[in-house]
């Protein structure tokens, strides 16, 4: 069993920069594909990025990209979200999420992944 969990969520002034992590366990992080998504009250699961099994590639949402960066550290075997610039709109809760590594392809729908952390509260004050 794959278990996930994020930190790093809190209360940030806008403009303000914040890191997420997400700690992995069952498996190794270079042999998963992982991904961060959010998702506000009564709305969809929105994809933010994701980083193939050996960060070669990344993909960010277009309103993030620029401002948020995930990355990863297979030795800690912990995927990061650095965010920068942040918006009221960036308010969320943060989930991390893996799926079995595939030898090609890109993901950003949450129905694609096939574990799940808890979530991380990010709340971006005005």
């Known amino acids: 069993q794959v278990q996930l969990v994020e930190s790093g969520g809190g209360l940030v002034q806008a403009g303000g920069s914040l890191r997420l992590s997400c700690a992995a366990s069952?498996?190794?992080?270079?042999?998963?594909?992982m991904g961060w998504f959010r998702q506000d009250p009564g709305k969809e699961r929105e994809f933010v990025a994701t980083?193939?099994?050996?960060?070669?590639?990344?993909n960010h949402a277009e309103s993030v990209k620029g401002r948020f960066f995930i990355s990863k550290d297979n030795a800690k075997n912990t995927v990061y979200l650095q965010m920068h610039s942040l918006k009221f709109e960036d308010t969320a809760v943060y989930y991390c999420?893996?799926?079995?590594?595939?030898?090609?392809?890109?993901?950003?729908?949450?129905?694609?992944?096939?574990?799940w952390g808890q979530g991380t509260q990010v709340t971006v004050s005005s």
């Open positions: 999420a893996a799926r079995r590594t595939t030898y090609s392809g890109t993901y950003n729908l949450p129905s694609q992944y096939d574990y």
């Open positions: 069952g498996d190794t992080v270079s042999r998963l594909y």
């Open positions: 980083i193939n099994w050996n960060g070669a590639y990344t």
